[in-house]
């Protein structure tokens, strides 16, 4: 189960940052061009912050069972002085979550804009910062300590 649901989070990663890569273009396109926030823009939001809620999900039920995450709280003490075993113990997961926040903050505040011009930049604002966060912290294989992983 763990390994399928390994690849599951891997695999819906590059789902998730073409659809929130998306949405911030799309958020830039639409404050400068002064375009209509519509259905379309409306429905790409909501399927983003769908499959990041998913994500996180899929996220908290791998740290529940990961055996990195299970050694680390074993000793936390330890666990603080090797960069492995923090990073999946405490960074990458409230780093998501704090990016996942922020996203549907984001969102929320969108919906609740008046003007098309201010949905379209709280959304840019909120998930520009999100990715950030989010390319900051996903394991990536070329990191020395994630090349373990692979791409998937």
């Keep these: 189960m763990y390994t399928g649901l390994l690849h599951?989070?891997?695999?819906?990663?590059?789902?998730f940052l073409i659809l929130l890569i998306t949405v911030i273009v799309k958020a830039w396109g639409g404050m400068k061009s002064k375009r209509a926030f519509t259905g379309g823009d409306k429905k790409l939001v909501l399927m983003t912050v769908?499959?990041?809620?998913?994500?996180?999900l899929i996220g908290i039920m791998l740290y529940m069972?990961?055996?990195?995450?299970k050694t680390a709280l074993n000793d936390m003490g330890a666990a603080m002085k090797d960069g492995l075993l923090r990073f999946w113990a405490v960074e990458h997961i409230s780093a998501m979550v704090l990016a996942i926040i922020l996203i549907t903050i984001g969102h929320a505040s969108a919906k609740r804009a008046v003007t098309d011009a201010a949905k379209f930049k709280?959304?840019?604002?909120?998930?520009?910062?999100?990715?950030?966060?989010?390319l900051a912290t996903i394991p990536w294989p070329f990191q020395q300590m994630h090349a373990f992983r692979g791409w998937i």
Aim: aromatic letters at 12%; zero cysteines; glycine letters at 4%.
């Design 8 to 15: 599951t989070h891997s695999l819906l990663r590059w789902v």
């Design 50 to 56: 769908i499959t990041a809620h998913v994500q996180l």
């Design 65 to 69: 069972s990961s055996p990195i995450v």
């Design 122 to 134: 709280k959304l840019f604002i909120f998930f520009v910062i999100g990715l950030v966060i989010i």
